[in-house]
């Protein structure tokens, strides 16, 4: 660290750089883990308001780590980009999704699976030359219908047009879809519905949670389903966790949430079972 004489300042630099270490070990562990086959994936339910009824599930990363327990995406998913391995990583993502889908289709027959699989995508990905070739290679190893796929990026990925939106556009003309993921809390404008061809928009939970009041976040809400319905968009409202919430929701316009008052993210297995029975809640 520098020392720059001043206390303060040096335990700044400390701070920073142990922080960066502990980055770059757990980045080193993630090519491990990657390697070893650790991670696996989660399905939370999309539901149709009122009734439940599972319309997508979006797919979910989970690193159960040997020692540390459980490490949640928002910790790692962020280094992944910086250090790259979110490429490889997106890409086994994908396959293992839809030939998860594929899976659920030959054992309960068509209709039975929700039609939709959301499918986390970060700007690096987009960034990366031939990631649309991947995303079209991980459709027809699979088999599933291109349409079924619903790729979630969030605004700040491609709010600065480029190649981002030039492979967006590539997927969208595989017949992919585009869901605007934790809308409203990037750094875009209204005008970004223009430029990128989103098909859905989820609206953030910071929204819904102050939901319940005459809060700014119902007012907001309340804009938000207006130009869905306008563009004719579809909105799902994310982090539903209460019946209030989901009431105030379906009275404001919204058909689709998604949140624990539903379902947690579920392992594959679970799903299953919850296929087996018919799957409502
Ligand atoms: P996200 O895409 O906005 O995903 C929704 C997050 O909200 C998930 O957290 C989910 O478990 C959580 N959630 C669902 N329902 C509720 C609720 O009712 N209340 C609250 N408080 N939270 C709820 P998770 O799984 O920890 O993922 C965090 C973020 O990590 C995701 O946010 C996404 O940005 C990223 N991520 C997760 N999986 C992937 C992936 O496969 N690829 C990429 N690139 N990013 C991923
Ligand atoms: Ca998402
Ligand atoms: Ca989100
Ligand atoms: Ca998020």
């Known amino acids: 660290a520098k020392d720059s004489g001043k206390g303060r300042f040096k335990v700044y630099d400390t701070a920073l750089e142990r922080t960066h270490e502990a980055d770059q070990q757990l980045g080193a562990e993630m090519r491990r883990a990657f390697d070893a086959h650790e991670f696996t994936l989660m399905y939370q339910p999309i539901v149709r308001l009122p009734d439940g009824a599972w319309t997508g599930l979006e797919t979910l990363i989970r690193w159960p780590h040997p020692d540390r327990g459980f490490i949640g995406p928002d910790t790692f998913i962020p280094i992944a980009e910086r250090t790259g391995l979110i490429v490889p990583l997106g890409t086994w993502i994908l396959h293992t999704a839809l030939g998860q889908m594929a899976a659920w289709d030959a054992e309960f027959g068509p209709g039975v699976a929700p039609r939709e699989l959301g499918v986390n995508v970060s700007a690096r990905q987009l960034r990366e030359p031939g990631f649309a070739g991947e995303v079209r290679e991980a459709l027809s190893f699979s088999g599933v219908s291109p349409d079924r796929l619903v790729v979630e990026v969030t605004e700040t990925a491609v709010f600065d047009g480029g190649v981002a939106l030039d492979t967006l556009l590539e997927i969208v003309r595989l017949g992919v879809k585009v869901a605007l993921d934790d809308f409203g809390t990037g750094h875009s404008s209204l005008g970004l519905l223009r430029t990128v061809p989103a098909d859905t928009l ?48 379906y009275g404001l316009g919204y058909r689709f949430a998604q949140g624990y008052l539903f379902s947690r993210p579920l392992p594959p297995a679970e799903v299953r079972s919850r296929l087996t029975e018919g799957q409502l809640a």
């Open 202 to 249: 989820k609206v953030d939970k910071s929204f819904v949670a102050g939901i319940g009041g005459s809060s700014e976040e119902a007012v907001i809400a309340t804009a938000m389903i207006q130009i869905t319905d306008g563009l004719h968009l579809k909105a799902v409202a994310e982090g539903v966790e209460t019946t209030a919430q989901a009431d105030t929701l």
